[in-house]
């Protein structure tokens, strides 16, 4: 073992964007005693925007200058752009198109939910300093993850991010329901975290190594049968675990109170950045660490049953709700359904379900449409996220259905940007949540034995258009519930042009981001 | 007589910890957790992993367990008629629940506990590396690294990465505990103007 500085210079320059935010992330921290008026308060939340924006634009720097350039890292990772050599020859953290994509989303994600929440701060009287300091972490956590390809890496990145959301949904430490929300938060998060442990640790105890590529190696190499029923433990903890973090049902019961409780900017990133780094997660740990047959066969099925459970629960429990944050949290809870799907997809392919012609396609196309359904629902729910904060004025919640009554009359275009999100959410052409829908009905497609799933999709699509279009239905035929003004900032109106363009983009001009998405799945052999 | 010296330390460790849930009064959960750490600190020395073992007892037992006790006797709970058992919230659940809950518990249980048994020959590779790495390499490496040398190797080359960004991990943990803990006054009067 010799430790050689030179290239560990070289490994950090592939994480200067984790780097930069980490930065960003002290300054904020010195930076907070000091702040002490609200135009400071808002100063500092545009500096972690803008320091959040220089971080994409790093990335995107970062692999338009390699991209072509770098041949196969090391012959373990051949997709990556850049494998972080570490512990014992196997990358601790993989730069590839895969990460390089999930990362900018979750960064995205990160600048919307930061721009939209400036003045929903002041009116909760929760804008200290620090509050952007732990958002930048969270990010930085978000990001760590999406690059892990070990469970070191993967627990310490995953437990940076979780940590950070925890605290920042019981920020508002004088609203009871905050402080409901955090704690339910903690306490499942926390007992999800130590599954998920348990998991590895299973996993460590068959194979003798922590590592996902190690892994992979080690279940080629064929284990003995006793072995065997260690690794199904380890799988079925830690598809309980990964369950638990992307809210699946039915580990989903924290998902409502706490995506209601938290301030609306945590709750908006909460179900983007946070729910796209578990994705990648659960991607990296199953399509990459157990791709063997014997263990793709396993839990796929697991994840078929989350899958079913979680789009029928989800859009269900969603019609009953006159709260729009609760109503989103089961949406959202739903999504989670439609996107396992993709997961469930490539499993099925790759435990041999599917034969060869459609095989490596349904593989491909497995991992490629769960990162598109994420590009595309970061945009969509972040997007409806900003117009709840719209709602949020000085004395009114703002967060129940009702209180859309009339806005078509009132504010005419803010309306129609969330009939698009709506539109989007339900999976309508000409938005992104279609071209995401399409993606992941076209690999479940594939066959192997999952059809089924498409049709319990399309059928969930139905009944969530009455709830997506019930708040419709509100805007544009009734009218007015109250006179106050809405809480429009340059800021808050920004983040929503931000998500609307996103959405709608997406959903008409598709080709760019596809031909980025398909880009990130040649992680898998 | 590794196998027995683990069997002692493991069940000791999960009932001190099915005490830490059960007792009453906090004192005696705070010293069934002392328990269950120090059985966990001697299934470490059961691995091999003699600095571990002594860190597990130095940081849980002499400074968290510590502090914990500190507070729980600082507040003295006793006076207060504290019981943790009396903190219930909502009705009770009927008889038919609590079974309910008993035959999952029992029936996940036995399922951990049969894929347990089924492994139990399982020559495992992770225990082979580890008594190479832990035995093996003071005499095989011909530097003489003791355990703890070891440790401080891999964690400060191969682990760097997630080690620094553990640092930032605690960073939050720290600003979480004192904005939580922190009783504000500045914040109190909204910012001046709206945006």
Redesign the interface.
């Known amino acids: 073992?010799t430790?050689d500085t030179a290239s560990?210079v070289r490994?950090l320059y592939w994480?200067i964007p984790e780097l930069w935010l980490?930065l960003v992330?002290f300054a904020l921290?010195a930076a907070s005693p000091y702040i002490?008026?609200?135009?400071g308060?808002?100063i500092a939340a545009w500096a972690s925007a803008a320091g959040q924006a220089v971080a994409l634009v790093l990335l995107f720097a970062l692999y338009a200058g390699v991209s072509g350039v770098f041949g196969p890292a090391t012959p373990e990772a051949p997709g990556a752009i850049y494998a972080?050599q570490?512990?014992?020859g196997r990358p601790?953290?993989l730069i590839d198109g895969f990460a390089i994509v999930l990362k900018a989303v979750v960064l995205v994600a990160g600048i919307l939910a930061t721009l939209m929440g400036?003045?929903l701060l002041?009116?909760e009287?929760?804008?200290?300093g620090?509050f952007h300091?732990?958002l930048v972490?969270a990010v930085?956590?978000a990001m760590?993850l999406i690059s892990s390809t070990d469970f070191?890496?993967i627990f310490?990145?995953l437990?940076?991010m979780s940590?950070?959301v925890?605290?920042l949904v019981?920020?508002a430490?004088d609203s009871r329901k905050s402080n409901e929300a955090a704690l339910k938060y903690f306490l499942l998060g926390a007992f999800a975290g130590g599954l998920l442990l348990y998991g590895m640790s299973l996993a460590?105890?068959?194979?003798?190594?922590t590592n996902l590529f190690g892994l992979q190696q080690?279940l080629a190499a064929g284990t003995?049968e006793?072995?065997r029923?260690?690794l199904?433990?380890a799988i079925l903890f830690m598809v309980v675990g990964c369950g638990f973090k992307i809210a699946a049902v039915p580990f989903h019961v924290w998902t409502p109170d706490a995506y209601e409780g938290a301030p609306t900017l945590v709750t908006s990133f909460m179900a983007t950045a946070v729910k796209t780094a578990a994705f990648a997660m659960a991607l990296r740990i199953f399509l990459l660490g157990f791709d063997a047959p014997a263990q793709a066969a396993q839990w796929t099925w697991l994840f078929g049953i989350l899958a079913a459970l979680s789009m029928t629960v989800g859009n269900v429990i969603a019609v009953l709700q006159d709260n729009v944050k609760r109503m989103l949290a089961y949406s959202s809870i739903a999504h989670v359904g439609y996107a396992l799907m993709g997961l469930v997809a490539a499993g099925a392919a790759l435990a041999g379900w599917i034969p060869e012609p459609q095989r490596s396609l349904a593989i491909e196309l497995g991992q490629s449409s769960v990162v598109l359904y994420m590009v595309a629902y970061a945009f969509t729910a972040a997007g409806a996220f900003a117009v709840v904060i719209l709602l949020r004025r000085e004395g009114i919640e703002g967060d129940r259905i009702d209180d859309f009554s009339g806005m078509a009359r009132r504010a005419p275009g803010t309306a129609a940007v969330m009939l698009v999100f709506l539109l989007s959410l339900a999976g309508i052409p000409a938005t992104a949540g279609f071209i995401g829908k399409w993606w992941l009905f076209a690999s479940v497609l594939q066959g192997g034995g999952y059809r089924w799933l498409a049709v319990l999709a399309a059928l969930n699509t139905a009944v969530s258009l009455y709830y997506y279009l019930r708040v419709a239905v509100r805007m544009y035929m009734e009218i007015p519930a109250d006179e106050l003004p809405y809480a429009v900032?340059?800021?808050l109106t920004a983040a929503v042009a931000l998500a609307a363009i996103g959405t709608l983009a997406i959903g008409l001009w598709p080709e760019p981001v596809l031909r980025l998405v398909s880009g990130t799945a040649q992680l898998l052999p | 007589m590794e196998f027995v010296v683990f069997a002692i330390f493991a069940a000791l460790a999960v009932l001190a910890a099915a005490g830490v849930v059960v007792a009453r009064n906090p004192v005696y959960c705070a010293v069934a957790l002392l328990v269950s750490l120090l059985s966990v600190a001697a299934l470490f020395l059961v691995l091999w992993a003699e600095f571990i073992a002594v860190v597990q007892i130095m940081v849980y037992a002499g400074g968290v367990m510590v502090l914990f006790l500190f507070v729980i006797m600082l507040v003295d709970l006793e006076q207060r008629g504290f019981d943790l058992g009396a903190g219930r919230i909502g009705p009770r659940p009927s008889a038919f629940e609590r079974g309910l809950w008993a035959v999952a518990a029992l029936a996940f249980g036995a399922l951990v506990l049969s894929l347990m048994v089924r492994s139990l020959d399982l020559p495992l590779p992770g225990a082979d590396r580890a008594a190479t790495m832990l035995q093996g390499p003071y005499a095989a490496d011909g530097r003489g690294l003791g355990n703890t040398e070891w440790i401080g190797m891999l964690l400060y080359t191969d682990w760097l990465v997630p080690f620094e960004l553990a640092s930032v991990l605690l960073l939050v943990a720290i600003i979480g505990a004192v904005v939580l803990a922190r009783r504000d006054q500045a914040d109190a009067p909204a910012g001046k103007g709206a945006a």
């Open positions: 073992m430790f560990y490994d994480l980490t992330g921290l002490r008026d609200g135009a308060r808002r972080m570490f512990a014992h601790l953290l400036i003045r002041e009116t009287r929760i804008g200290r620090e300091a732990v972490f930085v956590g760590f070191i890496t310490v990145g437990e940076t940590l950070s925890y605290l019981g920020w430490k460590y105890g068959a194979t003798g190594t080690a003995p006793s072995g029923w260690l199904t433990l900032t340059p800021s």
